[in-house]
């Protein structure tokens, strides 16, 4: 993580208070019953994520940086711990939804008591270890912002009744206008981060990259287009889906994009709005990497590659859907892992998931920019995630 310069304390706090406040502001819509459900081990609890971004200060600043501090409760780095080996036992992740216990009440009095404490430890040093440990919190906040609102999504669409979490949630309605494509001359590119602002350590390690000549569309692919594939018997046709796909798509009976359904010849999608019917015009949504890959076969087409992305973002229109590449989720040269337990925020991931880049509607404002490197495993497409195409000069 790169050093975050503040000129004094009073604007950390500021972010530190707007940031958690935003965490808050997610859960207003919910009520009590809403926020324990968990019907997938990938998608967690509203309350899950609540108190696991509190932990998330309490171990790694007030633990380390206030004097004597006393945990909150005996219990809670256990049962909110996420991933971080060393630091402790966790409960494991499949059972965030058996938590009726502790009450939700008690969750938010965690969150207000640690937030107390984060705000009086800032009032009374000015350590740029403590800052910049208290920016990797807000950065780590504003993911799990990300992650609260798509999981709520799902957590909705097991509902029968297909619910309405906020009339203003309706991102499939989005139709982008018409943009040129990008064409990128063979040549050798500078990839990764480098500046002085906040960056986390899965971007560092610039470095030259070679791409031959390639055209990137500057359009992502729309409803409509892929209804042409589905119609076209495209879940049908095993030489569109790379094996793993083809196999995952047919034990999982996959005939429509996730939140998807057809009904006397009508395409409905769940949304955070209800069940809508399916805008053919709108940006497509929620596809995970087997079917980005298989609609790009069925064009004739390849996926950007991650390197051929970030030379073209400076003229694509980017940040409704995080996009697929074709790239493995793999270290930069000369990557470093940092020491401790911050180590494993991201290193230990880099394996079997590929890398979106762009940013979404569902992402936090702030919380982007076209060195940023998403990952996800390939079968995933609860996160707003969507196909722009790539062909060869």
């Not at 031959?212 to 287009?225: A, D, K, R, T, Y």
């Not at 569902?362 to 996800?376: D, L």
Request: proline share 4%; with cysteine; charged share 25%.
């Amino acid at each position: 993580m790169d050093s975050v310069t503040v000129a004094d304390n009073t604007e950390i706090i500021r972010r530190f208070k707007k940031v958690r406040a935003r965490t808050e502001e997610l859960c207003s819509p919910l009520g009590v019953e809403d926020f324990i459900p968990q019907p997938a081990v990938f998608v967690s609890p509203a309350k899950w994520h609540i108190a696991h971004t509190t932990w998330f200060f309490e171990e790694f600043v007030l633990s380390k940086f206030k004097k004597g501090y006393t945990r909150f409760h005996k219990d809670f780095a256990f049962l909110f711990n996420s991933y971080y080996n060393s630091v402790g036992e966790r409960l494991e992740r499949d059972n965030r939804g058996l938590l009726t216990r502790p009450r939700l009440e008690l969750v938010f009095d965690y969150r207000k008591s640690v937030d107390q404490e984060i705000v009086s430890l800032l009032q009374n040093t000015d350590r740029q270890e403590l800052i910049n440990t208290i920016e990797l919190g807000l950065q780590h906040e504003q993911q799990h912002q990300e992650l609260l609102i798509t999981d709520l999504k799902y957590i909705f669409s097991q509902n029968p009744i297909y619910p309405t979490y906020h009339k203003d949630y309706y991102w499939e309605k989005i139709v982008e206008p018409s943009q040129p494509d990008v064409l990128i001359e063979e040549g050798v590119y500078n990839i990764g981060y480098e500046g002085k602002d906040f960056s986390f350590d899965n971007e560092h390690g610039k470095h030259k990259v070679y791409i031959n000549p390639v055209e990137i569309s500057g359009n992502l692919v729309s409803n409509q287009e892929f209804i042409e594939f589905i119609e076209s018997g495209g879940y049908d046709k095993s030489e569109f889906w790379l094996d793993e796909g083809w196999a995952f798509i047919q034990e999982n009976s996959c005939k429509l994009p996730l939140y998807w359904k057809k009904e006397d010849g009508n395409y409905f999608q769940y949304t955070l709005n209800g069940l809508q019917e399916v805008n053919p015009k709108a940006v497509l949504m929620h596809i995970n990497y087997f079917e980005a890959v298989a609609y790009a076969n069925y064009k004739g087409h390849r996926l950007c590659t991650e390197f051929e992305w970030e030379v073209a973002s400076e003229e694509l229109n980017w940040g409704t859907v995080w996009e697929w590449t074709q790239s493995a989720y793999l270290p930069y040269p000369n990557y470093k892992k940092p020491a401790g337990a911050i180590g494993e925020y991201n290193g230990k991931f880099m394996v079997n998931q590929m890398v979106l880049r762009g940013a979404s509607v569902a992402t936090a404002k702030g919380h982007s920019r076209n060195t940023y490197r998403n990952f996800f495993h390939p079968q995933y497409s609860w996160q707003v995630a969507g196909i722009r195409l790539a062909k060869e000069i």
